[in-house]
C-alpha cells in the first residue's frame, strides 16, 4: 500500500467490480452523493467483459479505474488495497448502495476515539425486480441489523498493516475470513446505530450459489478455529 500522512484525512473508497453495468453506476452515484471533502474513488474492474468500463467513465467526478484480469473478488481489494491513498479505507461492492452521510460519520467515530479499528454500520436488504425466487444471502423482510459486510464497515487503514490482505485463494467469502483474522489479533470494532448500506439482492449476485456460499463460510470458520487450535499449543 502507498504511504499515507498522519494529517492524510482522505477516505479511499474501493469497489472492485466484473460485468456489472447494469449496477455500478448507482453504486457509484451513493458514493459522489456522499460529498465527502476528501474522497478518493478508486474501482477495480476485474476484467469485466460488459461495458462496466463505460460506466464508470461516464461519471463526472475523478474516479481512479483500473483494470486487471479476471482474478477473483480477493485479488480486486487486495489490488485497491495498493492502489488507495487514504487515511480511512472502506469498499462498495459495485451492486450496493450508500446511505447518505456514512463517511462523515465513520469519519468523526475514528477521528475522535482512540480505540476503534473498524466502525460499523447497520444493513437493510432489499430485493430488485430480477431477484424472483432467487434465495439470499440473508432475509429481506428483516430491520436493519449489523451483517458481515465490508460495505457497511469503515477501518483505519492500518488494519490491513496489522491483518494482512484478503486471501486470493478464497473466491467467495474472503471477507468473513478476513474479519475472523482481525478479531483473533484483536482490532476492536464499534458499532453504531446508523443505517449505512443496502445490500441489494438481484439475479446475478455471487451468493445465489447457495451450497458454495455455504461451504466457503463453514470453510473460513473452520481455518479461524484451526488457527485457534495452534495457538493454544504449547
Not at 142 to 153: C, F, I, T
Request: proline letters at 3%; glycine letters at 6%; hydrophobic letters at 40%.
Amino acid at each position: 500500500m502507498r504511504g499515507v500522512s498522519d494529517t492524510n484525512e482522505a477516505v479511499s473508497v474501493i469497489l472492485p467490480v466484473y460485468d456489472r453495468e447494469h449496477l455500478i453506476g448507482e453504486a457509484l452515484a451513493s458514493v459522489v452523493a456522499q460529498r465527502y471533502p476528501a474522497l478518493e474513488i478508486v474501482v477495480v474492474d476485474d476484467g469485466s467483459t460488459d461495458a462496466t468500463a463505460d460506466v464508470v467513465r461516464s461519471f463526472d467526478a475523478p474516479i481512479r479505474y483500473v483494470r486487471q484480469g479476471h482474478a477473483g473478488v480477493a485479488a480486486a481489494r487486495n489490488r485497491g488495497l495498493e492502489e488507495a491513498t487514504g487515511r480511512w479505507i472502506t469498499f462498495l461492492d459495485s451492486d450496493d448502495l450508500w446511505l447518505e452521510g456514512v463517511l462523515a460519520s465513520a469519519v468523526t467515530h475514528l477521528r475522535t476515539r482512540s480505540r476503534p479499528w473498524i466502525v460499523h454500520g447497520r444493513t437493510e436488504v432489499v430485493r430488485l425486480p430480477d431477484a424472483g425466487s432467487h434465495r439470499a444471502r440473508f432475509r429481506d423482510d428483516e430491520a436493519p441489523v449489523h451483517r458481515l459486510l465490508l460495505g457497511s464497515m469503515v477501518f483505519r487503514r492500518e488494519c490491513f498493516d496489522r491483518v494482512g490482505a484478503f486471501d486470493v485463494t478464497m473466491d467467495r467469502s474472503e471477507d468473513i475470513d478476513w474479519l475472523a483474522r482481525a478479531e483473533e489479533i484483536g482490532i476492536e470494532t464499534t458499532k453504531l446505530d446508523e443505517l449505512w448500506l443496502r445490500y441489494r439482492v438481484h439475479a446475478s449476485n455471487i451468493t445465489n450459489d447457495i451450497p458454495a456460499t455455504t461451504s466457503s463460510i463453514v470453510t473460513s470458520v473452520k481455518r479461524a478455529l484451526d488457527r485457534r487450535r495452534a495457538a493454544r499449543r504449547p
